[in-house]
């Protein structure tokens, strides 16, 4: 009986000559096998295909953001550029600002350029009478809304969704509010304060061509939404345009600064030294002496500038508007001159005093007069409503340039000491802020019982150079005049004298001490800190102040007896 014998698969074999495989498979295994490949081709190029549209879309995206933040920023540079050219001007030349414009005046006193803060088509005005023209087409164009591709305002509302769909929606205006005449102090729209529908801002749109030139049309041309621009061609189409206009933030009240100041034709909210004896100056003067700290009293200082013009329509309270609306003050003390002396603690404790200011942070944004230093919402009666009516007046920056009209820093006029530490906390604060460059800009005193400190140290016979200088040199705006030509080089220099000993006459008895805590140094002999005067000579008189000998000969009579009056009586 024969075994069958096994029968076992033959392995492929591959034949050398012919370069081929012989491998048998199941029918049908090659259709499978395209048909496989075809579905991975499929879905890779529907991939690719996505993946090229998407980067696409991602990419159109980019582009438009990338040309719109290019078109601001070109709209910030011209600004930009405009402020830097009319601010950099020769000695004899001043400029001054306002919203809108930067005017230029030479040594005759009259206006050169006018440089343009906002979108025209000629952005530099040489003259009065061009800037006339110029105006007289641009601030009230006729027809100017039929004519879209020339003229845009900027000023047009925008209604604003309700956060709650059960409210109505708001209308915002992005420059200025029209609901807030009647309500503003001051505020008025061609000489009326009644109310208007809208208060249209139209400028002139400025094209940007593909070459990267920045053109506009003719304002008195152009029809509809059809127009033409100068230089430009199939070859060279617009690419986008711009319209702007520029504040001026100087021209507003700070949020920050500012306080309250009193309309009332009883009472006065600024205070000087009464001078004659008569009703307003003994009354409210005399009787109504502010107390320390009382900023919104004190003449020159940013707390007289009063947000009450701002928010008094709201029926807000004084004290509202001083401590639940500034970082810096609170009301009390003589309530804005309402309040004689005899009727108010006399002298005023330090606690008392020391109630009517505080040290909240700095608003960084006028939205912050919603929100307490804590991150609680300030009950100051103030709706987001009555903030946006008032927005256009208010900021929360307004640095104006500490410049003169030389272009040259300001020099403070205060007692401060040269030693720095017998300087208070104020003391301190006045020198930082006086200080550019670390080139010191105001005077300072050490001993009252010598006359030689205006020669005799450095920094003060600097500061009277200075001011010499300038006051030798044709003002600018003004034309040829100098102040020493109009004076005399005599009583210019004998001025300056008498403004630095002023220094030397005021606060002679500071008790505000170094740190607040009423060790102060007396500037004189006899007052309540004698230990601290230095060197005072024996048999001197309280308050004694040596007058000042300064240069060419010009004295000042300082604090002493002086020969007033020399009379003969029959």
Same mark, same amino acid.
């Not at 944004?365 to 230093?373: G, I, K, R, T």
């Given at each position: 009986m024969k075994t069958p014998?096994?029968?076992?698969?033959? @392995?492929a074999t591959f034949n050398i000559q012919n370069s081929k495989f012989?491998?048998?498979?199941? @029918?049908? %295994?090659?259709?499978?096998?395209?048909?496989?490949?075809?579905? #991975?081709?499929?879905? &890779?190029? &529907?991939?690719? +295909?996505?993946?090229?549209?998407?980067?696409?879309?991602?990419?159109?995206?980019?582009?438009?953001?990338?040309?719109?933040?290019?078109?601001?920023?070109?709209?910030? $540079?011209?600004?930009?550029?405009?402020?830097?050219?009319?601010?950099?001007?020769?000695?004899?030349?001043?400029?001054?600002?306002? @919203?809108?414009?930067?005017?230029?005046?030479?040594?005759?006193?009259?206006?050169?350029?006018?440089?343009?803060?906002?979108? +025209? !088509?000629?952005?530099?005005?040489?003259?009065?009478?061009?800037l006339d023209a110029d105006l007289a087409?641009?601030?009230? *164009?006729?027809?100017?809304?039929? !004519?879209?591709?020339?003229?845009?305002?900027?000023n047009a509302p925008v209604t604003v969704p309700a956060a709650d769909p059960a409210q109505a929606d708001s209308t915002a205006y992005p420059i200025l509010d029209p609901r807030a005449l009647?309500? #503003?102090?001051?505020?008025?729209?061609?000489?009326?304060?009644?109310?208007?529908?809208?208060? *249209?801002?139209?400028?002139?749109?400025?094209?940007?061509?593909?070459d990267g030139n920045v053109v506009a049309p003719d304002p008195a041309a152009g029809n509809g939404s059809q127009v033409t621009l100068p230089r430009a061609n199939p070859d060279n189409p617009p690419v986008g345009?711009?319209?702007?206009?520029?504040?001026? =933030?100087?021209?507003?009240?700070?949020?920050?600064?500012?306080?309250?100041? !009193? $309309?009332?034709?009883?009472?006065?909210?600024?205070? =000087?030294? @009464? %001078? &004659?004896?008569?009703?307003?100056?003994?009354?409210?003067?005399?009787?109504?002496?502010?107390?320390? %700290?009382?900023?919104?009293?004190? *003449?020159?200082?940013?707390?007289?500038?009063?947000?009450n013009a701002v928010f008094e329509s709201l029926n807000l309270t004084d004290d509202q508007i001083l401590s639940l609306t500034t970082p810096f003050y609170r009301a009390g003390g003589t309530r804005g001159g309402t309040i004689p002396i005899s009727e108010a603690a006399v002298p005023p404790t330090q606690a008392q005093t020391n109630a009517l200011i505080k040290a909240d942070p700095l608003f960084a944004? &006028?939205?912050?007069?919603?929100? +307490?230093?804590d991150r609680g919402l300030r009950a100051n009666g103030i709706s987001r409503d009555d903030l946006e009516r008032r927005r256009f007046f208010l900021t929360a920056h307004s640095r104006?340039?500490?410049?003169?009209? %030389?272009?040259?820093?300001r020099v403070t006029i205060w007692p401060n000491w040269q030693t720095a530490s017998k300087r208070s906390t104020m003391d301190r604060l006045i020198a930082f802020c006086s200080t550019i460059g670390n080139q010191p800009y105001y005077f300072v005193r050490e001993n009252a019982y010598v006359t030689n400190e205006l020669t005799g140290i450095a920094q003060n016979i600097k500061i009277y150079n200075y001011l010499s200088a300038l006051t030798s040199k044709p003002i600018p705006g003004v034309g040829s005049q100098t102040f020493a030509n109009k004076f005399g080089t005599q009583r210019r220099d004998q001025i300056l004298t008498s403004i630095f000993?002023?220094?030397?006459?005021? $606060?002679? =008895? =500071? !008790? +505000?001490?170094?740190?607040?805590?009423?060790s102060g140094y007396s500037f004189t002999a006899g007052h309540f800190n004698a230990a601290k005067v230095p060197d005072a000579p024996a048999g001197v008189n309280v308050g004694y102040v040596a007058p000042t000998i300064g240069p060419n000969n010009t004295r000042s009579p300082g604090r002493a007896y002086t020969l007033a009056e020399v009379a003969i009586q029959f």
């Open positions: 014998s096994s029968r076992r698969a033959q @392995p012989k491998i048998p498979h199941p @029918p049908g %295994f090659a259709l499978v096998t395209v048909l496989a490949l075809v579905v #991975v081709l499929v879905v &890779v190029v &529907v991939a690719l +295909a996505q993946l090229a549209t998407s980067q696409r879309r991602a990419s159109s995206i980019d582009h438009a953001i990338f040309s719109n933040q290019a078109l601001a920023d070109m709209a910030v $540079n011209l600004v930009t550029a405009q402020i830097r050219t009319g601010t950099t001007q020769p000695d004899n030349v001043a400029w001054v600002s306002q @919203p809108g414009l930067i005017r230029t005046y030479s040594g005759a006193g009259q206006m050169t350029n006018a440089y343009k803060l906002y979108s +025209a !088509r000629k952005m530099v005005a040489t003259g009065d009478a061009e087409t641009e601030s009230s *164009p006729a027809g100017w809304a039929a !004519r879209p591709a020339v003229w845009h305002d900027l009647g309500q #503003v102090e001051g505020f008025t729209f061609n000489g009326s304060t009644s109310a208007v529908g809208e208060i *249209p801002m139209p400028v002139q749109w400025m094209y940007v061509l593909a345009r711009i319209a702007f206009w520029t504040d001026d =933030d100087t021209c507003k009240v700070n949020v920050n600064t500012a306080g309250y100041a !009193r $309309n009332d034709a009883n009472y006065w909210t600024y205070w =000087d030294t @009464p %001078f &004659v004896s008569t009703y307003d100056e003994e009354w409210k003067l005399s009787a109504r002496q502010p107390w320390t %700290f009382e900023y919104q009293r004190y *003449p020159g200082h940013p707390a007289t500038t009063g947000l944004s &006028v939205d912050e007069l919603f929100y +307490a230093p104006a340039p500490e410049a003169n009209l %030389f272009n040259m820093p000993d002023a220094t030397r006459l005021v $606060n002679i =008895d =500071d !008790r +505000a001490g170094t740190g607040g805590d009423g």
